[in-house]
């Protein structure tokens, strides 16, 4: 039997295979996160008909005399390159720039995947679209600490929940006082421009706002005479002296040189809030005092109400931060990427997921942004990276190879054919 007759029929059954990968390419030209495959082929074993002899004094030597027995597939492929980005505008989505992978699990097994469609599910826990696994991470604590030492676990965007208020505990105080002001006479209207008031809204541990008035009264050269009051009150909660006569820094606040501690006692001024009463610092080190009109007024305080969730971001290291109607931001957690030392040999596991193999190497899981994982854009999907040109060429040229290879078996039967043709 002609060996030729074998060679070709290995050449069609292997690029059919071929055909095979290139048709799932193209299958999923539009499939989100796909990587491309590709088919090497492979000599097949070799008959030797004579072997090698070397070379000696009288003749030199000669080659083996080889006859190959078809051909195999050396490899299949997948192709990591970076696939382009198409922006979504979903929250939820997110897209790899990098070599990393998102981790998914079910809590017994993990997979990984590039595929960044993830949706909210109804308990608020982010899931994987094609596959309903959980998308891991680091979901921060009550602070909104997240520790990406720690253990992955699933990643959940707790809706409608609220963060507690928080008391003030410090206010600062910028602008100036006017340097030129005359002496505060209530008695005489011209000296108006020697008192200054301004309003700062703080805030008790129930989160109730409080309303409370700052008057400085100018009681001479370089000195003013500051005054708290709760509200419409009459009598100040505090009071104290501001000085600028430090002659090498004129102008600037001399005493005190830290913030002053102040007590306004809600319980009894406010009994019907069920506050405690409120102690916090007043940092005057930002007021100057200079030729120029009197601008004193809250640069900041650190207290607010307590919240709800209302929105979240998550930005280039996975970092997903609530979005409270109170104003304030909080992290809820950061998602993890995986990176493998041979991501070629991961395996394909349906649903754009991936699982290890022995020859992937362990999942190093880390932060995004960090160890050459990429970093995350949100609101975008990464696209297959299949390249049609290059299917449609691969395409052309497995169709040559398989009709040469079929020519081979008709030309082999036609011989076939002729030997037994001989005994006629």
């Known amino acids: 039997m002609l060996r030729s007759l074998f060679a070709g029929v290995s050449g069609l059954r292997n690029h059919q295979v071929r055909m095979d990968v290139i048709g799932n390419n193209i299958a999923n030209v539009n499939t989100v996160g796909f990587k491309a495959s590709r088919v090497n082929f492979a000599e097949a074993l070799s008959q030797t008909i004579q072997g090698a002899q070397a070379p000696s004094e009288a003749r030199g030597g000669m080659n083996a005399m080889q006859v190959g027995l078809g051909v195999q597939v050396g490899s299949i492929d997948t192709l990591f390159t970076q696939g382009n980005l198409q922006y979504t505008g979903n929250l939820t989505d997110l897209a790899i720039q990098g070599d990393g992978f998102l981790v998914v699990g079910d809590g017994l097994r993990r997979f990984y995947t590039r595929d960044g469609a993830v949706v909210m599910d109804a308990e608020g826990n982010l899931v994987h679209a094609s596959s309903g696994l959980r998308l891991m991470g680091w979901p921060a604590d009550a602070t909104g600490a997240v520790d990406t030492a720690g253990p992955l676990a699933p990643l959940t965007i707790p809706v409608g929940t609220q963060i507690p208020p928080r008391a003030t505990a410090l206010a600062a105080l910028t602008g100036n006082l006017d340097a030129g002001a005359p002496v505060y006479d209530p008695d005489d209207p011209t000296t108006a421009s020697g008192r200054w008031t301004t309003t700062l809204t703080v805030y008790d541990a129930l989160g109730n706002p409080t309303q409370l008035r700052l008057v400085f009264t100018k009681q001479g050269a370089n000195e003013w005479q500051w005054e708290l009051y709760y509200g419409e009150e009459d009598s100040p909660v505090e009071s104290g002296t501001l000085s600028f006569a430090d002659p090498d820094n004129p102008g600037r606040l001399s005493d005190p040189t830290g913030p002053v501690e102040v007590t306004v006692p809600l319980s009894s001024l406010a009994p019907d809030l069920g506050a405690p009463d409120l102690t916090f610092e007043i940092s005057f080190g930002a ?63 349906g649903s754009n997921l991936y699982a290890e193999s022995s020859n992937s190497g362990p999942a190093a899981v880390g932060a995004a942004g960090t160890g050459g994982r990429g970093t995350l854009t949100a609101g975008a999907l990464e696209m297959s990276n299949v390249d049609l040109a290059q299917e449609f060429t691969n395409m052309i040229t497995a169709q040559r190879g398989f009709q040469a290879n079929a020519r081979v078996i008709t030309t082999s039967d036609e011989l076939l054919q002729e030997l037994l043709s001989l005994r006629r």
């Open 287 to 349: 007021i100057t005092q200079y030729a120029s009109p009197s601008t004193v007024a809250l640069q900041s305080q650190d207290g607010y109400a307590s919240g709800s969730l209302e929105s979240f971001a998550i930005d280039g290291n996975g970092v997903i931060t609530g979005l409270y109607s109170n104003g304030r931001t909080q992290v809820i957690g950061q998602v993890a990427l995986a990176l493998f030392t041979n991501p070629g040999g991961l395996l394909k596991v």
